[in-house]
């Protein structure tokens, strides 16, 4: 294969980071990690074990009731926050490199990934000085005013899609509020969760407060959730594991945030901008490679665009460049692990008995190896097909059509997830009606996917549980404790 790119400067392996230190497991385990353009292991990353969790558990656990961290003023450990976007931003195309380059995922998209996690730590840290709690009086009464607490240890658990931005996410508020951490990233992409040691080190944030445990969702992933010393799970991944962890947490009463999978549906009605509607529907789901949770992986078009819709969709569909990752003209990479690859092709086989093939429908002839996808395209696909209820995470789209607004909502609620939608049209009336019916937690109305940080973020049904964003991941991590004064 020509023109297989390697970073400078890859680590020689990828450790815990566990009391300040970087470690090896326990048994001295390990697993491969593979360069999605190549299938080859460019490196091996620590196999974290119980052992292992628990070391990093107790080192947190330490720094919580011993360390200056949950004691510290907001606006004490906001500058700690600060200093880490400013570090973040400082080495955003470095981070883009090795993210790129380990995940697969398209250059451009990466640095603005990049960009977010540093704007995550920014926002946690104004918010956590903005902060105000409640205080009511009851006149010659009572005074009652609340006391918010961080929570002690948390267990930070993260997909392998955009993995450095979401563990920001996670991270961000977790430390802004006082608790120590255990992060357990994804093992497909364990490159940049690596990069946090020196970069919080660097940014003054104490010993222990911080701790990595690379491995296997049921090895590492597992003795996290089910460790006694840690009270709270923040997780992202799959349904199918949220349900998993669910279980495993319920003898400890943990507290939970659940980010799970989508099958988000984009519907256009009749008097959309269709030029608008078109590109916006070929970036939700041909972006990020189409490993997006809220990837816009359903279109759902009125009849009498139908036809002209699916013909304009699949020809811009056809003109997405798919490319090496590293390369600044790519729109889609390479998805990120051989697994993931197959399970996608094997949606894309299915697909062409349950729908009609308008566009791609297998590998680029230019990349007879690695993980490379055309970008896909199924027309006519009926609601009871799998390519129509399942996630399949990848460059892959079904496009269905409907008559009236009614058929519209029960096509668009007729899956077992609600991560969002996205509506098309310039009726008013009806784009809010209908985002105020589709079961979705979060819609975007002839808009593309972009959301302000304080806003709730969070899926119905079986995309989530709880919502983060705003002041709302502020009350994950904290307990907050009402105090009441007889006057
Ligand atoms: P996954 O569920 O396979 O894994 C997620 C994490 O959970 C990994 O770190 C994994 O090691 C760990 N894990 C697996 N089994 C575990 C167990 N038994 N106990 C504890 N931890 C365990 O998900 P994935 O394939 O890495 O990510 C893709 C999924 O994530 C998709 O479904 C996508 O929609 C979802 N996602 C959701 C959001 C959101 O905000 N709603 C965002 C990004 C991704």
Redesign the pocket.
């Known amino acids: 294969m020509t023109d297989v790119y390697t970073p400078a400067d890859l680590p020689a392996k990828i450790q815990h980071y566990i009391d300040g230190e970087f470690t090896d497991s326990a048994d001295g385990d390990t697993f491969e990690v593979l360069n999605p353009v190549t299938n080859e292991t460019y490196v091996r990353a620590a196999a974290g074990k119980k052992a292992d969790i628990e070391r990093a558990v107790a080192a947190a656990r330490r720094a919580f009731t011993e360390g200056p961290w949950p004691r510290m003023l907001p606006r004490e450990r906001s500058r700690v926050l600060h200093r880490i976007a400013d570090i973040v931003e400082s080495r955003d195309a470095r981070l883009a490199e090795l993210e790129s380059f380990d995940s697969g995922l398209p250059i451009t998209q990466a640095l603005g990934q990049a960009r977010r996690a540093a704007e995550n730590f920014r926002f946690f840290a104004d918010l956590i000085v903005a902060q105000a709690d409640d205080a009511f009086k009851v006149p010659g009464k009572q005074l009652n005013y609340v006391n918010r607490k961080p929570i002690g240890v948390a267990g930070l658990?993260?997909?392998?899609?955009?993995p450095f931005m979401?563990e920001s996410?996670k991270l961000g508020p977790a430390l802004a509020t006082g608790n120590t951490v255990v992060l357990?990233?994804?093992?497909?992409t364990p490159l940049s969760a690596s990069l946090w040691a020196g970069i919080f080190e660097e940014a003054g944030l104490p010993k222990g407060v911080f701790n990595l445990v690379n491995?296997?969702?049921?090895d590492?992933?597992?003795a996290?959730?089910k460790h006694p010393d840690v009270p709270l799970i923040s997780?992202?991944?799959?349904?199918?594991?949220?349900q998993?962890?669910f279980g495993?947490s319920a003898p400890f009463l943990k507290g939970l945030s659940?980010?799970?999978?989508?099958k988000s549906p984009a519907i256009v009605f009749e008097d959309a901008d269709l030029d608008l509607a078109i590109d916006a529907c070929i970036f939700g789901v041909f972006s990020l490679n189409g490993?997006?949770?809220?990837?816009g992986s359903r279109i759902l078009v009125q009849r009498s665009v139908y036809d002209e819709f699916v013909e304009r969709y699949a020809a811009q569909a056809k003109r997405v460049k798919v490319g090496m990752p590293h390369d600044p003209a790519t729109e889609v990479g390479a998805l990120v692990h051989p697994e993931?690859y197959d399970k996608v092709m094997s949606y894309v086989e299915l697909g062409k008995s349950e729908g009609r093939l308008v566009a791609g429908g297998g590998r680029p002839d230019e990349f007879p190896e690695g993980n490379f996808v055309q970008p896909t395209v199924f027309a006519d696909v009926p609601s009871d097909a799998r390519i129509f209820q399942e996630?399949i995470?990848g460059p892959v789209v079904a496009i269905t059509p409907f008559d009236t607004e009614a058929e519209a909502l029960e096509l668009a609620n007729n899956t077992k997830y609600g991560?969002a939608a996205y509506v098309w049209t310039n009726d008013l009336k009806r784009g809010h009606n209908f985002a105020q019916s589709v079961e979705a937690g979060m819609v975007w109305l002839n808009s593309n996917n972009v959301r302000d940080l304080r806003t709730p973020?969070?899926?119905v049904k079986a995309?989530?549980l709880g919502h983060e964003g705003g002041y709302r991941s502020i009350d994950f991590y904290t307990d907050q404790q009402s105090v009441h004064i007889t006057l």
Request: glycine letters at 20%; a negative charge; charged letters at 15%.
């Open positions: 658990i993260t997909p392998w899609n955009t979401l996410w357990k990233p994804a093992e497909f491995g296997l969702g049921e590492a992933g597992d996290l959730v997780f992202t991944g799959e349904s199918s594991t949220g998993l962890i495993n659940m980010e799970l999978g989508g490993e997006r949770c809220t990837a993931h996630e995470f991560l973020f969070g899926g995309s989530g």
